[in-house]
């Protein structure tokens, strides 16, 4: 790769994260805010970010599935590179994003110390907030979860796919 390649990919890695960052810290909602930070640079359907509503928050906020910024990621790489209904015939397609789901969940997972909401929560904070349990919410608010925390998880996310589909030569939007 070219220097002038690997600064035009560190400056859409960059604008993608801060694009995550300031979705999350606005937004809420760490799934759809990864995904809506891949549209905004990448060609993304717009049913991919409402699909990713109820993924935030280890799932439904209960805090014990997977991170939504991991998820989020997830459903972009298989967006990109899963197996279309029309295709469901070709058992090998099932298995076409798994090389880069897998590095995208190994980074995340070695980066946080696991893949789960209460696991970044960990990392983050020492401790999991419930936020289903308006107090913990409230501690979670006041420990800098969406001022800066939860942001960040989802802007590094949103780099790191955006990273995987630079590199996997999907076109980037001209803006």
């Given at each position: 790769?070219?220097?002038?390649?690997?600064?035009?990919?560190?400056?859409?890695m960059?604008?993608?994260?801060?694009?995550?960052y300031?979705?999350?810290?606005?937004?809420?909602?760490?799934?759809?805010?990864?995904?809506?930070?891949?549209?905004?640079?990448?060609?993304?359907?717009?049913?991919?970010?409402?699909?990713a509503?109820?993924?935030?928050?280890?799932?439904?906020?209960?805090?014990?599935?997977?991170?939504?910024?991991?998820?989020?990621?997830?459903?972009?790489?298989?967006?990109?590179?899963?197996?279309?209904?029309?295709?469901?015939?070709?058992?090998?397609?099932?298995?076409?994003?798994?090389?880069?789901?897998?590095?995208?969940?190994?980074?995340?997972?070695?980066?946080?110390?696991?893949?789960?909401?209460?696991?970044?929560?960990?990392?983050?904070?020492?401790?999991?907030?419930?936020?289903?349990?308006?107090?913990?919410?409230?501690?979670?608010?006041?420990?800098?979860?969406?001022?800066?925390?939860?942001?960040?998880?989802?802007?590094?996310?949103?780099?790191?796919?955006?990273?995987?589909?630079?590199?996997?030569?999907?076109?980037?939007?001209?803006?």
């Open positions: 790769m070219a220097d002038h390649e690997k600064v035009e990919k560190e400056k859409l960059q604008k993608v994260y801060n694009r995550g300031e979705l999350e810290q606005r937004y809420d909602g760490c799934a759809q805010c990864v995904v809506a930070a891949i549209q905004d640079h990448f060609p993304v359907n717009s049913a991919l970010v409402k699909a509503t109820s993924f935030s928050g280890g799932i439904a906020s209960t805090t014990n599935g997977p991170c939504g910024a991991l998820t989020g990621g997830i459903m972009v790489l298989s967006f990109f590179f899963g197996r279309p209904r029309e295709e469901f015939s070709d058992i090998s397609m099932l298995r076409r994003p798994g090389p880069l789901v897998r590095g995208f969940w190994e980074q995340f997972a070695r980066k946080y110390g696991g893949d789960s909401c209460s696991d970044v929560q960990h990392y983050l904070f020492g401790t999991a907030y419930s936020f289903l349990d308006s107090e913990e919410h409230r501690q979670y608010e006041e420990a800098g979860g969406i001022k800066d925390k939860c942001p960040a998880v989802v802007g590094q996310s949103a780099a790191w796919v955006a990273e995987l589909l630079l590199e996997s030569d999907v076109p980037v939007l001209k803006k």
